[in-house]
């Protein structure tokens, strides 16, 4: 049955900072490792770090760079070069906003995965908050290099639509969620209090929230 508004799943929130990659590699492979095997495509694996952290008996990573199994330019291919419903489960990860074909790709995940998908979108409202606030003048990701950047963010987006549109992909994608979840970083408890009171409800993770989690089950 596809997801209705009363029965999409309460948004929860993790307290947790992703200092470098490989501390979102962990983090997939303890909140949602349950749901990522025996086999798994992961789309952006960059050093393909899920293969030693999760018991698969199949794994194969796709990336433009880094150490991918199939080193492939999301963009220019167009599509993923498997089968429909090839593997168990699919991760994509902080991966669909440096793609102009970010709608085709997301259908593309739905389609290669057989159970369960996972797709992580970063909140670049909260990323570019901080150096817009003090005047640093450039923004990571978003910049403008004297050389064409081998690579960049596409879309900029608030964790609202983040939200928003996961949540649409049950109405498009023979999909249905069954877990939203966002990442704020770690904050003394008094600090973290004071900011609700001043940002209430979406304001608040539209602001602080850094990462927006959707799984999925394929109907």
Same mark, same amino acid.
């Given at each position: 049955m596809k997801p209705t508004p009363s029965t999409t799943p309460m948004l929860s929130v993790e307290r947790i900072a992703f200092r470098q990659r490989a501390d979102r590699s962990r983090y997939i492979a303890s909140r949602f490792g349950e749901w990522l095997a %025996?086999? /798994?495509? #992961?789309?952006?694996? @960059? $050093?393909? +770090?899920?293969? !030693? +952290?999760? %018991? +698969? !008996?199949?794994?194969?990573?796709?990336d433009v760079g880094g150490a991918p199994d199939l080193r492939l330019d999301l963009e220019r291919a167009g599509g993923l070069p498997f089968e429909d419903r090839q593997f168990a489960a699919c991760?994509?990860? #902080?991966? +669909? !906003? =440096? /793609?102009?074909? /970010? =709608?085709?790709?997301?259908a593309e995940l739905a389609r290669v995965t057989d159970r369960y998908l996972l797709v992580s979108l970063p909140n670049n409202w909260a990323n570019a908050r901080r150096p817009i606030e003090r005047g640093r003048g450039r923004l990571a990701h978003y910049g403008l290099p004297l050389d064409p950047p081998p690579d960049r963010h596409k879309w900029f987006f608030g964790f609202d639509e983040a939200r928003d549109f996961l949540v649409a992909q049950c109405e498009r994608q023979p999909l249905r969620l069954l877990a939203l979840v966002a990442n @704020?970083? %770690? $904050? =003394? %408890?008094?600090v973290r209090g004071a900011r609700r009171l001043r940002y209430p409800g979406m304001r608040y993770l539209n602001r602080y929230a850094h990462t927006l989690w959707a799984l999925y089950e394929r109907d």
């Open positions: %025996p086999s /798994l495509l #992961d789309v952006g694996c @960059d $050093r393909a +770090l899920l293969r !030693e +952290l999760l %018991p +698969l !008996e199949r794994y194969t990573g796709v991760v994509c990860s #902080d991966v +669909l !906003e =440096h /793609l102009d074909n /970010l =709608h085709a790709m997301f @704020d970083k %770690p $904050r =003394h %408890p008094l």
